[in-house]
């Protein structure tokens, strides 16, 4: 079972204010934990959103909406894939992940969707074959 810890934004990481070497060496700490427990997939940080763009799709229309986005509950500042046996061994390595804020922090966790879960049909193999094909 792969979940994403969802790191959220906070307006220090929104004006790309770096992370001090307190909060660097508890995240790599964590990580390399991961990493010899063989569950790390991956993990990384997001720039601002004033590096980014959305697009949005209303009645047919496609829009692109350059950032910065001004919704910071909403965004992501970075985020880890683990793979677990279980959520309980989910629940337990979130736990232990470092504030990743100075003060108030929050990390959201979601399982992700295994193609397994969508059933037996046409479509999700073609997915397989995509997979398949990155090995």
């Known amino acids: 079972m792969r979940y994403m810890i969802v790191v959220k934004a906070s307006k220090d990481s929104e004006a790309g204010v770096m992370p001090g070497e307190e909060l660097l060496s508890a ?3 964590y990580h390399e934990q991961l990493a010899q ?16 763009w959305r ?3 209303s009645d047919g229309r496609k829009t692109v909406v350059d950032g ?19 959520e309980e061994e989910a629940r337990e390595w979130a736990s232990r992940f470092p504030n990743p804020h100075v003060g108030d922090g929050e990390i959201e966790i979601r ?13 999700i193999d073609r997915f397989r074959e995509l997979d398949a094909g990155r090995k």
């Not at 427990?37 to 980014?52: C, T």
């Open 27 to 29: 995240m790599a700490g």
């Open 68 to 86: 910065p986005f001004t919704e910071t509950k909403e965004l992501i500042a970075g985020y880890t894939i683990i793979n677990v046996k279980s």
């Open 37 to 52: 427990a063989g569950v790390l997939v991956d993990a990384s940080g997001l720039q601002p959103s004033s590096k980014g």
């Open 55 to 57: 697009i949005k799709w």
């Open 111 to 123: 399982r992700i969707f295994e193609l397994e879960d969508f059933g037996d049909r046409p479509e």
